[in-house]
């Protein structure tokens, strides 16, 4: 059974950084995709980034272009988000997401209703 676990959220003040951690395990991190995927209060669930299996392209969210990066460490099994320059709309429950597809031909995360595993969620709060 695949199984997520995230960590690393917490407080921060605008313009500093975290860095998410979801442990993957039950599957073999190399077959799967893995993506970020963030859900405001009030909000949907939406992309920020993901990674794809084989190649490791990468996607992100315009919103977190040049700020935020997504990487994978096979024998740890573990996806990172980097999360640098941090806004109050950062603020969020993040999720780990695991798929066998999912980046989109366009280049996106794929629609979070497709997704098949879900993390428990990290809460992230970026206030002064």
């Known amino acids: 059974q695949l199984q997520l676990v995230e960590s690393g959220g917490g407080l921060v003040q605008p313009g500093g950084s975290l860095r998410l951690s979801c442990a993957v395990s039950?599957?073999?991190?190399?077959?799967?995709?893995i993506g970020w995927f963030r859900q405001a209060p009030g909000a949907e669930r939406e992309g920020v980034s993901c990674?794809?299996?084989?190649?490791?392209?990468?996607s992100y969210a315009e919103s977190v272009k040049g700020r935020f990066t997504i990487s994978k460490d096979n024998a740890k099994r573990t996806v990172y988000l980097q999360m640098d320059s941090l806004r109050p709309e950062n603020t969020g429950i993040y999720y780990c997401?695991?798929?066998?597809?999912?980046?989109?031909?366009?280049?996106?995360?794929?629609?979070?209703?497709?997704?098949?595993?879900w993390g428990q969620g990290t809460q992230v709060t970026v206030s002064s």
């Open positions: 990674i794809r299996t084989q190649g490791g392209r990468t």
């Open positions: 997401a695991a798929n066998l597809v999912i980046v989109t031909d366009q280049g996106l995360c794929i629609s979070p209703s497709r997704i098949g595993y």
């Open positions: 039950g599957f073999n991190l190399g077959y799967i995709g």
